[in-house]
Each structure stands twice: as C-alpha cells, then as structure tokens.
C-alpha cells in the first residue's frame, strides 16, 4: 500500500470513534485525494484547535476561552446546574436548545470495573462549586447516562448532595436504558429534561 506517513495517518484516523480500520482508510484516502480543499484546510484547524482550546476552569467545557462562553452568558439561569457525564453530552443537551443553566462536567461515572474512583472525577469541585455558590444554585440537575455506572454515579451523588440541602433532580429516562445521551434525537432529550423528577427524598 502506501508509505508509512500514510500507513500513520490510517493508524490515527482509526482511533477516532466509529472509524475502525477499513473506514480509517477511506476516509485517508478521501483526505488525500482532497488535497487542497480538505486535508490542508483540515490539518490547519486541527492545529488552531489544539492550540487554543482548552477546558473551562469552571465547569470543565471545551472553549478557546476560559470561563467558556456558556459560564460567560449572564441570560442563563445561575440557580439550575445541570451535572453531565462528559463535554459530549453537554453539547448534545445544548442542540436541544431546551435548558437554560449551566453545567458541570464530571469527566467519566463512577466504575468499580474500570477502577474509576470518585477522586478521578470532578466531584470533589462540583461541590466545592455548590457551596461557594452561596446559595445561589437551587438544583442539580443530574443528566447522566442511563447505564450500569452511571445510575452508580446518580446514587453517590445524590448521598453526598443530601447535606446541601438543595432540591436535586434527575432527566427522565424516556432515555432507554443502557443509552448515551450523545446519541439521542433532541426530542427525546428535551422531553427527558422537561420531565426531570426529583431523586433522593
């Protein structure tokens, strides 16, 4: 086949999520016979990309800004604090256009299997967050992923969210269980997030 930059070139693509190795070689090969219009252009924003964005030291988003543009927007509502599993989900909640908070992302769920501990995850800044908010957040929305770990997640949060004494809800789950949320229809997910009922009472 070709020589070894292109042989790197499929090794990488086929890392991305739901290229395994043939589909990696087509999308090379799309990449290299595009040249100019695509491959260029695209090697100059994955180079912008990771030059300038970073994550938001408040709730974990990725922005080229840091707090990100969502933290920034005084037209959200500062009393709702939606917790995602990762910046995924964040964006598949803000397609829905159906929530006006803001967020904190926990980077992963709670796993025993993968040995992910509640110290691996941004929890311990979610609450640091909730309590130098001053009473300013009202609810928690937890908007996790309707798996084994994250209704494990759910459940440590809910104990440890007790002793704030802020009303705490959960998405509905016309979310099927076992889904991800960054792969729903944005109906669904604003139907989940309209319907969100309270946990932990």
Same mark, same amino acid.
């Given at each position: 086949?070709g020589g070894p930059e292109i042989e790197r070139l499929i090794q990488l693509l086929s890392? @991305?999520?739901? +290229? ?32 300038? $964005? ?7 988003? +990725? ?5 990100? /543009? ?14 995602? *599993?990762? !910046? &995924?989900?964040?964006?598949?909640? *803000? ?5 006006? &908070?803001?967020?904190? $992302? ?9 040995? $992910?501990?509640? *110290?691996? @995850? ?9 309590? *130098?908010? /001053?009473?300013?957040?009202?609810? !928690? ?8 770990d994250g209704q494990t997640t759910v459940h440590y949060l809910v104990d440890r969210l007790?002793? @704030? ?9 016309? !979310?099927? $269980? ?5 792969? +729903? ?13 309270? !946990? &932990?009472?």
């Amino acid at each position: 086949m070709g020589g070894p930059e292109i042989e790197r070139l499929i090794q990488l693509l086929s890392k @991305l999520p739901g +290229l395994g190795p043939r589909s990696a070689r087509r999308a090379a090969l799309h990449l290299m016979t595009r040249k100019d219009t695509l491959m260029i252009p695209l090697n100059d924003a994955l180079s912008n990309a990771a030059a300038r $964005v970073t994550a938001c030291g408040i709730c974990g988003n +990725l922005d080229s800004i840091d707090p990100c /543009a969502i933290c920034r927007d005084n037209r959200r509502d500062p009393k709702l604090l939606c917790v995602i *599993e990762d !910046v &995924g989900d964040l964006w598949a909640l *803000e397609r829905t256009a159906s929530f006006r &908070g803001r967020y904190h $992302v926990l980077g992963g769920t709670l796993s025993a299997l993968e040995g $992910v501990k509640p *110290e691996d @995850l941004s929890i311990g800044a979610l609450m640091a967050r909730l309590e *130098e908010s /001053a009473g300013e957040i009202t609810e !928690v929305i937890l908007a996790l992923n309707a798996t084994v770990d994250g209704q494990t997640t759910v459940h440590y949060l809910v104990d440890r969210l007790k002793a @704030l004494g802020l009303k705490v809800s959960r998405i509905a789950h016309g !979310v099927p $269980v076992g889904g991800e949320l960054d792969y +729903l229809d944005d109906g669904t997910l604003s139907a989940a997030l309209a319907s969100r009922r309270a !946990v &932990g009472s």
